[in-house]
T-cell receptor, first 113, second 110 residues
Framework: ETGVTQTPRHLVMGMTNKKSLKCEQH?????MYWYKQSAKKPLELMFV???????ENNSVPSRFSPECPNSSHLFLHLHTLQPEDSALYLC????????????FGSGTRLTVV | GIQVEQSPPDLILQEGANSTLRCNFS?????LQWFHQNPWGQLINLFY???GTKQNGRLSATTVATERYSLLYISSSQTTDSGVYFC????????????FGTGTRLLVSP
C-alpha cells in the first residue's frame, strides 16, 4: 500500500457515540496533519504532529482528541459530537525540508445525527 | 493571520479551452502549493511552487513571490480537470502548516 490511507471512508454516528478515524502514511514522512473541510468553507487545520509530538492545536474543541503513536499512524478520536461537526476530515503527511508538498488521504466523510 | 484569495470562484469551460486561475496572498510566504480536489473529495498535490515557474503536462504554475500572487494555467482542458482547485500557503519555515484559499470550482463540459 502506498501514499496516505484513511479509514473509514464514510461514518455516521449519533451525538452520544464514540468513534475513531484512522490515518496511515507509507511515505516515510515525519509530519502528519488533520484538516476539516466543511461545506462552503476553506480547509481548516486542526492538528499538526511532527516526530510524533503535537505542535499545533488550532483551537479545536476537546470532543476531538488526536493520537499519534508513531510517525506513520494518526488517529482522531471523536466523542459527543454535534451535528455541525459533520464534514470531510482529511489527513495529510509531509517531510520537513522536502519540496514535494503535502500528500492527502481520501478523507472520511462524517455525518453526525 | 495570512489571507489567501482565489479567483475566479467558479469557472465553466468548454473542453479544449485554456484557463488561468489566480491566487493572491497577503504576506510573504516560504511555501505555496496548488491542489486539485476531485468530485470524490480526493486532494491531489499539483505543484510545490514558492517561487518561479513549473510545468507538468497541460498544467503549469507561476509564483511571483515579490508581488504575492501565483497563477495556475490549464491548457486544452478535459472533463477530468473538473473539480476544485486550491491554493495553499505558509509563512514560516519548518513544518508545513498550510493556510488554504476558498478555491476555484471548475466545470469542464464536453
Amino acid at each position: 500500500e502506498t501514499g496516505v490511507t484513511q479509514t473509514p471512508r464514510h461514518l455516521v454516528m449519533g451525538m452520544t457515540n464514540k468513534k475513531s478515524l484512522k490515518c496511515e502514511q507509507h511515505l516515510g514522512h515525519n509530519a502528519m496533519y488533520w484538516y476539516k473541510q466543511s461545506a462552503k468553507k476553506p480547509l481548516e487545520l486542526m492538528f499538526v504532529y511532527n516526530f510524533k509530538e503535537q505542535t499545533e492545536n488550532n483551537s479545536v474543541p476537546s470532543r476531538f482528541s488526536p493520537e499519534c503513536p508513531n510517525s506513520s499512524h494518526l488517529f482522531l478520536h471523536l466523542h459527543t459530537l454535534q451535528p455541525e461537526d459533520s464534514a470531510l476530515y482529511l489527513c495529510a503527511s509531509s517531510q520537513e525540508g522536502g519540496n514535494y508538498g503535502y500528500t492527502f488521504g481520501s478523507g472520511t466523510r462524517l455525518t453526525v445525527v | 493571520g495570512i489571507q489567501v484569495e482565489q479567483s475566479p470562484p467558479d469557472l465553466i469551460l468548454q473542453e479544449g479551452a485554456n484557463s488561468t486561475l489566480r491566487c493572491n496572498f497577503s504576506d510573504s510566504v516560504n511555501n505555496l502549493q496548488w491542489f486539485h480536489q476531485n468530485p470524490w473529495g480526493q486532494l491531489i498535490n499539483l505543484f510545490y511552487i514558492p517561487s518561479g515557474t513549473k510545468q507538468n503536462g497541460r498544467l503549469s504554475a507561476t509564483t511571483v513571490a515579490t508581488e504575492r500572487y501565483s497563477l495556475l494555467y490549464i491548457s486544452s482542458s478535459q472533463t477530468t480537470d473538473s473539480g476544485v482547485y486550491f491554493c495553499a500557503v505558509e509563512r514560516d519555515t519548518g513544518f508545513q502548516k498550510l493556510v488554504f484559499g476558498t478555491g476555484t470550482r471548475l466545470l469542464v463540459s464536453p
